[in-house]
Structure formats: C-alpha cells, structure tokens
C-alpha cells in the first residue's frame, strides 16, 4: 500500500537549511510565499515535523494511478554485465504520464482546489512536470498555463499534445505573453530557452492575473517531501524481499526524484548509522552539483524568486540543447546541497553519448526505454556494478528509473544515427 505520510527530512539535516532572502539580504517570511502558493504547502516547506501526513483525497488517488509503483530486479542486466552485484529499480515510468512528477502534482492541485485556486502557471523542461501537473489541474479542476522552455518545446512536440489533451495552455519560453520573455525575446529571438525563464514567466503571469497561483516541480522541500513517497515504498518493497541498498542513485536537476527515493535512506544514514552510498548523477554540460558554486541565488533567471542557498551554476546560465530537458536547471535543491557539502551524496557526471548507451543497454536487457534523464541514474547503476565485478564483491544497488523515453525518441534517433555532439 502506498505511505500515509511523507517524510520532511528538514529535522534530521547535519545542518538547517539557510534562509530564503530576498535581495537587500532581509529574511523572506513564510506569509511572504502565499502569494505564490498555496499556504498549506507553504506550512510545509518550512515545517519541521519529521513526518506529514498524505491527505486521504490525496492518497486515494495516488492508488488510482498506480501507487505503489513496482520495484523491480534488474536481472537480465546483471547477467550481461556479469556482476555479482544485485540491481533494483523503482519504476516510476508506470504512472499515467509517465514519470514521478505527478506525485507533488497531485498534492499541490489537492491544496489549490481546496482554498479555491481558479488558475496556476508552471514552467516545464522536458515536459514531465508540465503533463503531470496538467494531469492533477484537470483532476481537481483548475485551469493551468505552462511554459515550457523552447528547445524542448521544439524537440518533443508530444509531451506538449499531452499537456493540452489533458486541457492545459501550453507556450514556448522565452514567449511574449511576459515582460520577461519579451526581454529575452529581443536579446535574441530564436533563445532557446531555460528552466530559469520558464520558472520567471510562470511566477509574473502568476502575480499578474487574479486568483492564480503558481505551482513549482523541483528544488524547494515540499515538493521533496511529497516525492519521499517513492523512497517510503522502495524500503517496504526491499524489506519484503530481505534487501537492503548499500548505494542508492539517482539523477539531479532540481533534485526531485533523486530525494524522492534517497531521502528515506538517508534517514536510516543519519539517524540509525546505516552504512550506505549516495550517488547522484548530473551531465556534463550542466555540473551544477560537481562545479557549481555553493552560495546564495535565485531560483529563475529574472531574479523573481527568492534567493535560495545553494549549489548554482548562477542564474543567467544558458544549457545546452541536451535530450534531458528535466536537467537543463542551474540550481539545486537546498537540501540536496548541504548532504552534498557533507559528503553524503557523491556527485557524478556523464556525457549525452555516455547516458544513451546505457538506456540503450538497459532498453536491450531489461526492455524499458528510458527517459535521458533517468538514463543518468541508469548509467550510474552500470558503472556501480562494474566496480562491483571489478572488485570481486555483492553490492546491492538500488536506482531510480524516474521515467519513460516513450515520448523522447528524438534523442535515441540522434544517438543511434551520430548526430548528438560529443561535446555534450
């Protein structure tokens, strides 16, 4: 069965989380936040209750779409590796849109619909979050804009017919619907976009227009928490079959479905001294984790937000055209960074050549097409189980597969026909 609360691991940091700040310095208030959110999430994301219970409409529909999702050996796997090391994974690819964002979609929908939110904007990468959340509006009945950033807008033509079959506006950021996007615009009108200037279009069309809020599918706590139902389920699911990981990986953008199964882990780390690894996999061409400098930022790229601490690649940082939308992000999760600062979570980075030969490798093996940001934790997993023939040794690996490349064949295309660009 699916959990009955989240975890909030804000308590059992090594250390607090600095404070949000605006840009004079001064503290941002949790009031503050409201007009942007809903004040229920807004309790959460600074609340230090160790745990927080899953509201029950919440729950029930968790079930609906087919919590809990599966945990399943990577067997086939194993044996073309020739590894003495066990492989999970945590399917998340099962859910109805395909990929874990729907797991804080659906909660911050519930928390709109019942304070009466008529309308929400959201920014959208790959485009996982926008169809998730485009799900949960239509579920709960709110009316939502999305804007996704160019290049991926452009690339995958059909995570965009999913947000609109579910009734969400989808447009291509940078758009000319904000003064935001307008400026980028004009700097150049082909930009390609980012996760920063989606996130800053969202949030301005958001304070702009009456009884709209905004809703956000990375980096800050309570979307991490609401996601630490993945990593809730994969303990019960491993104990059941008399497991336990000694590495557990993921990849990074914002941090979202990496914390979303490690941080029950982790927990088990910090608080019961359990011997366990974290590796967290990022590309190359957006190191924000293994270069990006630890400091204060904005979460955007026009300086809406509130200033997070955290490691960044600095907020005007353009990506590449990488396949892995879902990555293309300059910060991350606040949270994530100070585990990161303590040598909790180990860093690793791979090239777009790297991470579309393990999916295809894992597609061959284990037939499931990943999404290329799940290839990330994919190829994290194979090189793992490498090191464990290399050195003779079982190793429980456990990973999460946080999505489905059905919907982005345009990459395996370029990598299986030489066109992606060693560079990247």
């Known amino acids: 069965?699916?959990?009955?609360?989240?975890?909030?691991?804000?308590?059992?940091?090594?250390?607090?989380?600095?404070?949000?700040?605006?840009?004079?310095?001064?503290v941002v208030k949790?009031?503050?936040?409201?007009?942007?959110?809903?004040?229920?999430?807004?309790?959460?994301?600074?609340?230090?209750?160790?745990?927080?219970?899953?509201p029950e409409e919440v729950r029930n529909t968790y079930l609906e779409i087919g919590r809990p999702t599966p945990l399943i050996r990577a067997k086939r796997l194993e044996e073309y590796l020739k590894t003495p090391a066990k492989i999970y994974f945590k399917y998340e690819g099962v859910t109805p849109t395909g990929s874990h964002k729907v797991n804080t979609a659906l909660a911050q929908a519930y928390y709109h619909s019942k304070e009466g939110t008529e309308r929400l904007t959201t920014e959208t990468g790959a485009g996982q979050w926008g169809s998730a959340l485009s799900l949960a509006t239509a579920l709960f009945d709110i009316a939502l804009r999305v804007y996704m950033v160019r290049i991926s807008y452009e690339q995958?033509?059909?995570?965009?017919?999913?947000?609109?079959?579910?009734?969400?506006?989808?447009?291509?950021?940078?758009?000319?619907?904000?003064?935001?996007?307008?400026?980028?615009?004009?700097?150049?009108?082909?930009?390609?976009?980012?996760?920063?200037?989606?996130?800053?279009?969202?949030?301005?069309?958001?304070?702009?227009?009456?009884?709209?809020?905004?809703?956000?599918?990375?980096?800050?706590?309570?979307?991490?928490?609401?996601?630490t139902v993945i990593g809730l389920e994969a303990k019960k699911q491993m104990e059941a079959l008399g497991e336990y990981p000694d590495v557990v990986i993921g990849c990074v953008g914002g941090g979202s479905n990496y914390a979303g199964l490690a941080y029950p882990f982790v927990y088990d780390r910090l608080k019961g001294g359990k011997e366990v690894r974290f590796v967290a996999a990022e590309p190359k061409s957006v190191p924000s984790m293994s270069k990006g400098e630890y400091r204060y930022d904005f979460g955007d790229s026009a300086g809406l937000t509130p200033m997070l601490k955290m490691h960044t690649l600095g907020h005007d940082f353009v990506p590449p055209k990488i396949h892995a939308g879902g990555l293309r992000y300059h910060g991350v999760a606040p949270t994530l960074s100070i585990l990161i600062n303590h040598g909790i979570v180990e860093p690793v980075t791979y090239s777009q050549e790297e991470i579309f030969e393990a999916g295809r490798i894992f597609a061959k093996t284990e037939g499931i097409i990943p999404a290329p940001e799940s290839d990330h934790a994919v190829k994290a997993a194979i090189e793992e189980a490498l090191k464990a023939k290399e050195e003779g040794e079982?190793?429980?690996?456990l990973f999460n597969l946080s999505g489905h490349g059905l919907l982005d064949l345009k990459g395996y295309d370029d990598f299986l026909h030489g066109r992606l660009g060693s560079h990247l």
């Open 1 to 26: 069965m699916a959990p009955k609360e989240w975890y909030n691991i804000l308590p059992d940091l090594p250390e607090p989380v600095p404070p949000m700040r605006k840009p004079d310095g001064s």
């Open 30 to 54: 949790p009031e503050e936040l409201e007009v942007l959110f809903a004040k229920e999430v807004v309790r959460q994301e600074f609340s230090q209750d160790r745990w927080i219970p899953i």
């Open 156 to 227: 995958k033509p059909y995570r965009r017919i999913v947000m609109e079959t579910y009734g969400a506006e989808v447009v291509p950021s940078p758009s000319p619907y904000t003064q935001v996007g307008k400026k980028f615009l004009e700097q150049d009108p082909n930009h390609p976009g980012s996760l920063g200037i989606a996130i800053a279009e969202a949030i301005e069309d958001a304070v702009t227009h009456e009884n709209t809020k905004y809703s956000l599918g990375s980096v800050l706590n309570h979307v991490i928490l609401h996601q």
């Open 394 to 397: 079982e190793r429980v690996i």
